[in-house]
C-alpha cells in the first residue's frame, strides 16, 4: 500500500505560509519557489497546492495545471539566466531519490559544459536566492 500523505512535510509548510520561500509564481493550484540547495543557478521548484506525496498518489486533475506551470517557469529560467537548456527532475518514493513527500517538478536552467551540483547538497546564500528569484518573476512577467 502507499504511504500516507504527511501535512507535516516541509513544502506543505511552505505552501501553508508557515516557513518562508523565494516565491517567483502562484495561481489558485500551483506555487513554485527556489530550490535552497540549488543544483544549479535558478532551480525552481514547481508544486500543486494539492496534497500528494508525489506522481504515484496524485489526483491526476493536478497534473494539468502542474506541467502548465513547469512548462512557464522552464521558459522563464531560461530567459532569466541566458542558458542553454533546462532540466526537469522528479522523484517518487526514497529509493528514487525524493527526499520531501509532496509532490514537486525540479527546473533547472542548464548551461553546455556545465554539470548538475549534487542533489540536496549545499545551502544558497538568501541574497543569491532572492536576486535570483527576481530575475525569474521580471522574465515570467514578460
Ligand atoms: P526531492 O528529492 O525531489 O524530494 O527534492 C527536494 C528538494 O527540496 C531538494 O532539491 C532540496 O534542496 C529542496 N528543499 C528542501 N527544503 C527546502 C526548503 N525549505 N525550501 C526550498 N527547497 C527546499
Known sequence: MAE???????FAKILRGEIPSH???EDDAVVAFMDVMPQGTGHTLVVPKAPSRNMLDADPATLGPLFAVVQKVAVAVKKAFNADGVTLMQF???????????????VIPRFEDVPLKPHS??????????????KIRAALAG
Open 4 to 10: 500516507a500523505y504527511d501535512p507535516g512535510n516541509i
Open 23 to 25: 516565491r517567483v509564481y
Open 121 to 134: 547538497g549545499q545551502m544558497e546564500k538568501p541574497e543569491a536566492l532572492a536576486e535570483n528569484a527576481g
Open 92 to 106: 517518487n518514493e526514497p529509493a528514487s531519490g525524493q527526499t520531501v513527500y509532496h509532490l514537486h517538478v525540479h
